[in-house]
């Protein structure tokens, strides 16, 4: 049997028919031989030979995604703002992608599974927090940030998104403002003061949540 020369080359192909399969037909109601099917030649045994489970191409998507569209790349790039300032351009440039915003929503059902849940956890963890402490960090050099907890708001900060998820935390729209309430006042108290009107505005706007009960 003939060895892959180009692993790289199979896995991009296969998270580029992914992702327009799941943007497509839902994540739900794509299957791996419907992935199978758009790969002109590649058979299952070699999709499965680079990922064990649809679950794990979600994940390697989301990577990908992020990489493609880091928020914390452009910020860095805005001299004209201050940490703070950037801090909330991230949010709400991570939010501002449809097709990332689109694959997080599909893959909510995805969290049920503890195991999916780990992993989510620690990629977002080791992806995020160093980008996290690096702004507030300046922040601080700044004075745009006021704190002794440089590190721990970084992982809280990691944290902080899981209670925005309504199958993590499960809860309707005025449940999910109280939460973006308590976590605004207690960003205040330690010293950063993240969120303000055009983010909450955002969090009460995501297609998770509904008015309902």
């Known amino acids: 049997m003939a060895r892959n020369k180009y692993p790289e080359v199979t896995v991009d192909k296969i998270l580029e028919v992914s992702e327009r399969l799941f943007l497509e037909k839902g994540y739900d109601n794509t299957t791996i031989q419907?992935?199978?099917?758009?790969?002109?030649?590649?058979t299952k045994g070699a999709v499965y030979h680079h990922f064990k489970s649809k679950e794990e191409i979600m994940d390697a998507l989301g990577t990908k995604?992020?990489?493609?569209?880091n928020p914390f790349e452009e910020v860095k790039k805005l001299t004209d703002l201050n940490a703070l300032q950037k801090m909330r351009m991230v949010i709400q440039l991570n939010q501002s992608n449809e097709q990332q915003?689109?694959?997080s929503r599909q893959a909510?059902?995805?969290l049920k599974n503890?195991?999916?849940?780990?992993?989510?956890?620690?990629?977002?963890?080791r992806?995020?927090?160093?980008h996290w402490l690096e702004l507030i960090e300046e922040g601080k050099r700044d004075g745009s940030i006021h704190?002794?907890?440089?590190?721990?708001?970084?992982?809280?900060?990691?944290?902080?998104d899981l209670l925005f998820i309504p199958s993590v935390f499960p809860g309707n729209l005025q449940d999910i403002q109280r939460r973006y309430l308590f976590i605004s006042?207690?960003?205040?108290?330690?010293?950063?003061p993240l969120y303000n009107d055009e983010i909450a505005d955002m969090i009460k706007n995501l297609p998770y949540f509904t008015n309902e009960d």
Do not use: Q, W
């Not at 704190?147 to 902080?160: G, M, Q, R």
């Open 34 to 42: 419907n992935i199978v099917d758009e790969l002109g030649g590649l």
């Open 65 to 69: 995604m992020f990489s493609r569209n």
């Open 101 to 103: 915003v689109e694959l």
């Open 108 to 110: 909510i059902p995805l």
């Open 114 to 125: 503890p195991h999916v849940l780990a992993r989510m956890i620690e990629e977002n963890r």
């Open 127 to 130: 992806t995020l927090c160093p």
């Open 147 to 160: 704190t002794e907890y440089a590190k721990e708001l970084s992982e809280f900060l990691v944290l902080v």
């Open 185 to 192: 006042e207690m960003l205040d108290k330690m010293g950063l």
